[in-house]
């Protein structure tokens, strides 16, 4: 009898002989499903779980109908939000696949890169519809170091596609590697773009200029901080140095090249527009396309990068904001952090899209979470509320009579009005918490609880509002107007 029968014991023999058989079983009914990391972005915005559960998803894309749709390595996943609540509720298109990576829409077809080909199939109403077919073969010879195949169409119309080396150093026998291959249709041999990409995971086209920029990694094995990964400005027919350089046009020394021929020299290769910190592994890239981020936020550049494997000490796991000027990178800053705490590891972001809404979302392939960043919009300042106590014609000593009006004023927190007069005067007194007012374009001043006040027909009130944003404010306002609604009357703000 096996050791694991004998623990149980004869009363749970039957029960303990499956979970012997099957331990998956066993540990999958045990093991929590995965936390959300905590997440820190930078003042004004603020991020949450969009979706959950959807572990190896990459790269994402928008279909025609605004929904982000995901590649989930054997599945393509889309996120429709029908509610709009911030909270997607995920739907399978495709299964069955063999390492789907990335996703493309165009004319009529949802595309999906695959390592060995890309495959296509209509897209009607927001639904696949028929059967799946290849659109392009791919080299995949195996083992192969580096599997993921990046897709998307062009400003030209073109189909992209990224395609990493078979190995850390070597030479590759297929020339379509460490290449973005570009093909004009369906069925079509494709042409090199551009060569000498380590692994072109991420790239896009900057919609203010139309130019293509990629991440690249670099190789292993050279040191914690060397190489450096890379964002190039991508042109057709340029080489950007892998394998027999690196960095900035470093030539490579390493023995795996030793009896390779050499025909390339350092003013053959292109450096890196922008390094990254080594063995950081960037993945996903894009422009904001959206515009909801702040005026600062939109022309920039974001890339998830992965985090290292291949250091003594972990890098990276963040999103990063490749601030850009004249159509150029010229720093990066912390977007997004938190899945990395110490050398305790929350989470990998692997691929960006921007939403129809203008949020930001990130996929992350380690724990299936897919995050959600949005700017915190300005909100309209709630409004006072009014309510009439007395509203009484009285006489005067010739016979006339004059209007009065006793009106209770409530400002929520953080209640503010818009530039005002009143037409007839007006004594105020302040029944509780704080009113910051100020008149005729005067700095304002604060009328606490059980201070009064006085406002003429001349009066402009540029600032009125509550002193607070977590207390209510209330104050009484008598009016004795010859008019017979003595109401305010609105002034248009001051010129800037």
Not at 134 to 152: D, G
Not at 448 to 461: I, K, L, R, T, W
């Amino acid at each position: 009898m096996s050791i694991a029968r004998v623990a149980c014991g004869a009363l749970a023999f039957a029960a303990c002989a499956f979970r012997a058989a099957h331990p998956a079983a066993q540990t999958a009914s045990t093991v929590p499903p995965p936390a959300p990391a905590s997440l820190t972005v930078p003042a004004g915005f603020s991020v949450s779980v969009f979706a959950s559960g959807l572990t190896g998803a990459r790269l994402m894309t928008l279909s025609p109908e605004g929904v982000v749709v995901v590649a989930r390595r054997a599945e393509v996943v889309a996120l429709p939000d029908a509610n709009r609540d911030g909270v997607a509720e995920p739907r399978v298109l495709l299964g069955g696949l063999a390492y789907a990576h990335s996703v493309a829409f165009r004319d009529g077809y949802l595309y999906v890169g695959t390592t060995a080909a890309v495959l296509r199939v209509k897209w009607t109403g927001g639904a696949v519809a028929g059967d799946v077919e290849t659109y392009v073969t791919l080299p995949a010879s195996t083992p192969a170091l580096h599997t993921s195949r990046s897709i998307a169409f062009g400003p030209d119309g073109r189909l992209y596609v990224g395609i990493g080396s078979s190995c850390n150093v070597c030479v590759e026998e297929d020339a379509r590697r460490t290449t973005i291959q570009v093909y004009d249709g369906p069925g079509s041999a494709g042409r090199t773009f551009a060569a000498g990409l380590h692994n072109a995971v991420g790239f896009d086209w900057d919609p203010a200029t139309g130019r293509l920029w990629s991440a690249d990694t670099g190789q292993e094995q050279l040191g914690d901080d060397y190489p450096p990964d890379e964002i190039n400005l991508v042109e057709e027919g340029r080489h950007y140095g892998f394998p027999f350089f690196h960095g900035r046009s470093v030539a490579s020394t390493v023995p795996e090249l030793k009896d390779a021929p050499r025909t390339l020299t350092t003013s053959d290769v292109v450096p890196p527009a922008f390094e990254l910190p080594a063995h950081a592994s960037p993945l996903g890239l894009t422009f904001y396309r959206g515009t909801q981020f702040p005026r600062d936020y939109r022309s920039s550049m974001y890339v998830a990068i992965h985090g290292s494997t291949q250091r003594s000490t972990k890098i990276g796991y963040s999103v990063a904001r490749i601030v850009m000027r004249a159509g150029r990178p010229v720093a990066s800053e912390d977007f997004v952090t938190g899945w990395l705490a110490g050398d305790a590891v929350s989470g990998r972001p692997a691929g960006l899209v921007t939403g129809a809404d203008g949020a930001l979302c990130i996929s992350d392939d380690n724990k299936g979470f897919i995050y959600r960043v949005a700017a915190r919009l300005p909100r309209p300042a709630p409004t006072a509320a009014v309510r009439s106590l007395l509203a009484e014609r009285l006489p005067r000593l010739n016979g006339a009579t004059i209007a009065t009006s006793l009106v209770e004023v409530t400002y929520p927190p953080g209640g503010t009005s818009s530039p005002h007069r009143h037409p007839c005067p007006v004594v105020g007194y302040v029944l509780e918490g704080a009113l910051r007012m100020g008149l005729n374009n005067q700095p304002p001043r604060i009328v606490q609880a059980g201070e009064s006040f006085y406002e003429s027909p001349d009066d402009v009130h540029s600032t009125s509002a509550n002193a607070s944003d977590t207390a209510p404010a209330r104050f009484l306002a008598f009016f004795t107007c010859d008019h017979d609604t003595p109401t305010s009357v609105p002034v248009p703000p001051p010129p800037k």
